[in-house]
């Protein structure tokens, strides 16, 4: 018997990153070849917005998703976000050449502020959501806190374009096959403050560290890319990467709700107290997936190194999270 669809609320619909994942949402990648989904998209509510979202819409008909069933166009996140069971919350001013995420904190806040209460109006309880609006970890925290009735651990940051990125740079040194590195992790924020770690990792059983063997690299090139690439790729392309963060949006939502059969992924997830990281910090973490919900790798050595990141990155989230405590 075929499954009944879903409903999957995308806010920023007609945006750039908009247009690279609805097409992949409504194809099955998301949510699996076997899973109808129905998609309420939210715009802004002015006439250009609104508009092109009505185009994108026409797209996606023409497409003829077998498993699309349904799609709706919004304005008002009270109707956009009713019963939702997958919200990615996308809609956010980018950042543009030479700002810094530190910019848009007051801009994108009070969006969060809104939707977290549309969400714990009218959305699933068990609603899974994604924030990738940024500054990600601190709308994410704020949609959380305006969301009191629904559990706190519904609510996720994007750390996901961060883990693929330090994959991709580890097989580039390495020589490996991407698809064969684990263990990989991201900690702490989206933001060039983010400490991508692969102290851990493994590739065919052997050590990524040991066979990279630079602590130099890693301080000096790896960090620095993989933490600075946002800004390198706004240089490059004149506007903020949209099909690597909706690829992994996807892969992020994919994993959350399918699982991810042991391997680890990096997740920014309220902090439960571990590793010193004080409770609801919305905060990157190796995680791993299994029945519909997330388990945080537990109990992993920090050296002097990783602590100084780390104590770097939450740094920088306390601050943010001090900069909007007034809208709380
Ligand atoms: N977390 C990450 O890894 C990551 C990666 C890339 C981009 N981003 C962020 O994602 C966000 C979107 O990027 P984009 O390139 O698609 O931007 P974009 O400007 O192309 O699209 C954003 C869309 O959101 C809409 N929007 C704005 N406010 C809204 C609201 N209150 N409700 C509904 N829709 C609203 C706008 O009308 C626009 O169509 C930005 O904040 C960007 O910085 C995050
Ligand atoms: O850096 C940005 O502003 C966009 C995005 O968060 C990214 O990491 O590419």
Known sequence: MSKAPVRVTVSGAAGQIGYAL??????????????PVILQLLEIPDEKAQKALKGVMMELEDCAFPLLADMSAHGDPMTAFKDVDYALLVGARPRGPGMERRDLLSANAQIFTAQGKA????????????VVGN???????????????LPAKNFTAMLRLDHNRALSQLAAKTGKPVGEIEKVCVWGNHSPTMYADYRFATVGGQSVKDLI??????????LPTVGKRGAAIIEARGLSSAAS??????????????GTNGRWVSMGIP???????????????????????????????????????INKTLAELEEEKAGVQHLL
């Open 22 to 35: 609805l097409f992949r949402i409504a194809s099955g990648q998301m949510l699996g070849a076997d899973q």
């Open 119 to 130: 969400l714990n109006a009218v959305a699933s309880r068990a609603v899974k959501t994604l």
């Open 135 to 149: 500054p990600a970890n601190t709308n994410a925290y704020i949609a959380m806190k305006s969301a009191p009735d």
């Open 213 to 222: 063997n630079d602590d130099v690299w890693n301080r000096d090139v790896f």
């Open 245 to 258: 963060a909706a690829n992994a949006a996807i892969d992020h939502m994919r994993d959350w709700a399918l």
């Open 271 to 309: 902090s439960d107290g571990s590793y010193g990281i004080p409770a609801e910090t919305m905060f990157g973490f190796p995680v791993t997936c299994a029945g519909g919900e997330y388990q945080l790798v537990r109990d992993l050595p920090i050296d002097a190194f990783s602590q100084e990141r």
